[in-house]
């Protein structure tokens, strides 16, 4: 019986980057003093939270960049607990609604890539260059979808997305080009590898 093969959209985010902004202009150097793991260089404040587990960037604009979070929820709960530093250091925080600008994600396919015949079948399409990258660049430029794409011969491929929709939609158009011509079976011993790697990821994902 023929293997029968369906598109899996379980991809893994990795990196939420978005920005939000206090409507207020801040004293970086009182935010400074005035919390722990801050930092003051560069004309901004570095604050790493712990839970969520994410790092944020303050402008004297009142500015905020969250990155690291996992999640569009964690996200935007790392935001709210950076406007509420804020407003403990005595500022009137009015923070604007979270934009998302942001997404990297990873994708692992169901099997190995034929890396240098999908390349030189796509060569108007992607960059390829095995003497420095053992990965093919894809930049998807479309009209309702923009993201580029790190493929690797393994079968993972890196999604940098400008939200987690595209992110997806990403991992399913390089699914389906890959499929049928670009596709090296894994064997039962790599199959049961990466099942094992998969259930030590979500593990870790919920220790966190």
Same mark, same amino acid.
């Given at each position: ?45 570095? !604050?790493?939270?712990?839970?969520? &587990?994410? #790092?944020?960037? +303050?402008?004297?604009? *009142?500015? =905020? ?74 930049? !998807?430029?479309?009209?309702?979808? &923009?993201? #580029?794409?790190? +493929?690797?011969?393994? *079968?993972? =491929? ?51």
């Amino acid at each position: 019986m023929a293997e029968q093969w369906e598109f899996d959209e379980d991809i893994t985010i990795t990196n939420v980057v978005c920005t939000g902004n206090v409507r207020c202009n801040v004293d970086l150097r009182r935010i400074t003093l005035l919390n722990y793991n801050v930092e003051f260089r560069n004309s901004r404040v570095t !604050i790493k939270l712990r839970k969520p &587990k994410v #790092t944020a960037n +303050i402008w004297s604009n *009142g500015k =905020i960049v969250c990155f690291g979070a996992p999640s569009a929820m964690e996200a935007q709960t790392g935001l709210r607990r950076v406007a509420r530093i804020v407003q403990r250091a005595g500022y009137d925080v009015k923070l604007c609604p979270m934009r998302i600008c942001n997404v990297c994600a990873c994708y692992g396919a169901p099997f190995q890539i034929k890396l240098s015949a999908f390349a030189n079948h796509y060569k108007h399409l992607v960059s390829y260059e095995p003497e420095i990258s053992s990965a093919v660049i894809y930049k !998807i430029l479309e009209l309702d979808l &923009k993201a #580029t794409l790190q +493929i690797y011969a393994t *079968g993972n =491929i890196i999604i940098l997305a400008p939200n987690i929709a595209s992110a997806e939609k990403a991992a399913a158009k390089i699914y389906h080009m890959v499929l049928d011509d670009f596709r090296r079976n894994l064997t039962p011993e790599q199959k049961e590898m990466r099942a094992k790697k998969r259930v030590l990821a979500q593990q870790r994902r919920i220790s966190l």
